[in-house]
């Protein structure tokens, strides 16, 4: 069919325009967005020379770091949980639930985990940037959960059995087989999680306490203060990550599929 | 000396007493394995042979331990081990997919059993070694699995599951996936793996030619059930059930009346009023309808001054290099199958002749 292929360019266009002129105006000499005067990289010099900005990218680092680590361990668990041990009861609704706060709004999640903190808050006495890190691992398990389980769902069990077989107990099995080979999903997962968690905005607006603004709440703030090529450099920063563990991700699914 | 006698002087390396296993529940459980009883012996090459579905494979996993018994028990040299997990099993399998580790090398792959075992690294290059030699894939130690041809993976799943000098060893249709000349040699080189080893090989196949060629006993299974166990001679020249006799090459069925047993021997009226004497074996009946067979190569051509015990119309002649059959068609509408060594007459032996058969009388079997 000739129009789909030109609907799919159409896709592609509509998707990184805006993404190409964010790029393209961030290397603009003029403070404008607007308007192309010259070719200059002062911009990323004055984003990371900001403290502003360095305190707030090293806040959403630590934050996605801490919720990677514990939403892949969650996920992992739960992936085999869900995919190789006896039947449990409740299995087929964790199974089929896991995945359900991706169609909830995300307003809703951050509302409802908002009461949550203001209530333990109200009972424990206790503050700090740990609410918001908890948050973040939470919302990120459903996305490092997908990977992790569509892998396990494609190892055939023979393989473990095999272990189990030349007199690997369950322990040994797990180690030698099942984790080596789960491997590359899990590795999927956790860059899920760590790009899903670097740029929230919604939630963290929600939870985030005074000093602890991450990158993209920073973004948000400065943009109120009017745009200037600062932001897209910053913006642009944020993109090439972005690429890079995505890059790297089809990389990890290449070799998965071997 | 029956199969039998041979028994009872042989220790069993496996042996399974009242085996049941169900798979799901209610309305939906399907029975697998119903009450097994199985003895195989030290240094057997004993294969398994049925149909898909009949239960070979469940009796496969359950003496290597993936699946636990619905009833039953089972032994190993007389060791109870029904509840006892894969791993604590001196039972080695070779898979049918092969089951290889993808992510470890030729060698780490034969390697596994020793190294779990605890034995010492000396020990496991050695036996690594040896078990390479014998597979004769010494040059490929190192590569992983995505580099071998299926030949080769057959052949590292072989070696995996012999280096721990198991007591017995599993095979899960192993040639099944390779092409008929590769299977043919492997056939024979497992033929002769077993004799080397000593080990009892437990060979599960739905393949007829293959479990005669390669087995010292085979059990034939149908619906979960074990129906006859013996050597390749007894399956193929005395089976006891129509099933066996029809699932192991070609044979001729005929139904008739037991009119008198002796012994033995039965005399048996066939529906055209030939009265032919079989052998009864271990068939119970004693009187009323039976079926008798007789194999096509154990019925020839009736020569012209000879007195065929059947006549029948000929129908059709396949000739196929070393013999030829030719399918008479009896009054009584049933079909016999004579297989003639070599080719026939072409000028005599038309479709639509009339054709005279002797069944050699020693040869035709009371079936159950």
């Known amino acids: ?258 | 000396m029956t199969g039998t006698e041979i028994a009872r002087d042989r220790k069993a390396a496996v042996s399974a007493r009242a085996l049941s296993k169900t798979f799901g529940q209610g309305e939906f459980a399907v029975t697998a394995l119903d009450s097994v009883e199985l003895d195989i012996f030290e240094n057997e090459f004993f294969t398994l042979l049925g149909p898909s579905g009949c239960g070979k494979t469940t009796l496969l996993r359950l003496i290597a331990g993936f699946e636990l018994p619905t009833h039953g028990s089972i032994a190993l040299q007389g060791q109870d081990i029904t509840d006892k997990p894969p791993h604590r099993r001196p039972i080695n399998t070779v898979f049918q997919n092969y089951a290889l580790f993808p992510h470890m090398t030729v060698a780490e792959n034969i390697g596994f059993g020793l190294r779990m075992l605890g034995k010492p690294a000396a020990e496991i290059r050695q036996t690594t070694e040896r078990m390479l030699a014998l597979v004769q894939l010494e040059a490929m130690a190192g590569r992983r699995m995505d580099q071998l041809s299926g030949g080769q993976q057959q052949r590292v799943a072989l070696a995996r599951a012999l280096a721990p000098a198991p007591k017995v060893l599993l095979l899960d249709e192993p040639l099944a996936a390779l092409d008929l000349k590769l299977r043919k040699n492997m056939q024979l080189e497992l033929k002769s793996l077993q004799a080397e080893t000593g080990i009892t090989f437990v060979f599960v196949t739905h393949d007829q030619e293959e479990a005669l060629t390669m087995s010292d006993r085979i059990a034939v299974m149908k619906s979960g059930k074990i129906l006859q166990t013996g050597t390749p001679r007894d399956i193929y020249d005395r089976p006891t059930h129509r099933f066996v006799a029809d699932f192991i090459g070609d044979i001729n069925i005929l139904e008739g009346t037991l009119e008198h047993t002796d012994g033995d021997l039965a005399r048996v009226r066939l529906k055209d009023g030939t009265r032919v004497s079989a052998h009864l074996g271990t068939a119970s009946a004693r009187s009323g309808e039976v079926s008798v067979a007789i194999r096509p190569e154990n019925v020839r051509l009736a020569g012209a001054a000879e007195a065929p015990t059947l006549t029948g119309v000929l129908e059709t002649i396949v000739y196929f290099g070393a013999a030829t059959n030719l399918h008479l068609r009896l009054g009584t509408g049933e079909e016999i199958v004579v297989r003639n060594p070599g080719a026939v007459d072409e000028g005599r032996y038309q479709p639509g002749a009339t054709i005279g058969a002797v069944l050699q009388p020693e040869l035709i079997r009371v079936l159950e």
């Open chain 1, 1 to 258: 069919m000739p129009g789909f292929t030109a609907t799919a360019w159409l896709c592609i266009v509509a998707l990184y325009l805006p993404i190409l002129v964010l790029i393209v105006f961030s290397f603009n000499e003029n403070r404008s967005v607007v308007l192309w005067t010259g070719f200059s990289l002062d911009w990323y010099a004055k984003a990371l020379e900001n403290d502003g900005i360095r305190h707030a990218a090293w806040v959403s680092v630590k934050i996605a770091l801490f919720a990677t680590v514990i939403s892949t361990i969650a996920a992992t668990m739960a992936a085999l949980a869900t995919t190789r041990t006896k039947k449990f009861a409740g299995q087929g609704l964790v199974y089929g639930i896991i995945n359900q706060p991706l169609m909830i709004p995300e307003i809703v999640t951050a509302i409802a985990t908002l009461s949550l903190f203001a209530l333990v808050k109200k009972i424990t006495g206790l503050t700090g940037i740990g609410y918001l890190m908890l948050a973040h691992a939470a919302f990120c398990i459903p996305f490092a959960y997908m990977p992790i389980r569509a892998r396990l769902e494609t190892m055939t069990l023979t393989l473990e059995q095999a272990a189990a077989d030349l007199y690997a107990p369950p322990l040994k099995v797990f180690t030698l087989v099942t984790l080596p080979l789960l491997g590359p999903g899990i590795v999927a997962g956790a860059m899920l999680a760590f790009v899903v968690s670097l740029d929230d905005v919604i939630i963290t607006l929600m939870i985030a306490g005074p000093g602890e603004t991450t990158l993209p709440i920073y973004i948000l703030g400065a943009i109120r203060r009017g745009v200037t090529p600062e932001i897209n450099a910053v913006s642009t920063i944020l993109v090439a990550v972005s690429v890079l563990l995505v890059m790297l991700l089809f990389v990890v699914q290449r070799r998965m599929q071997r």
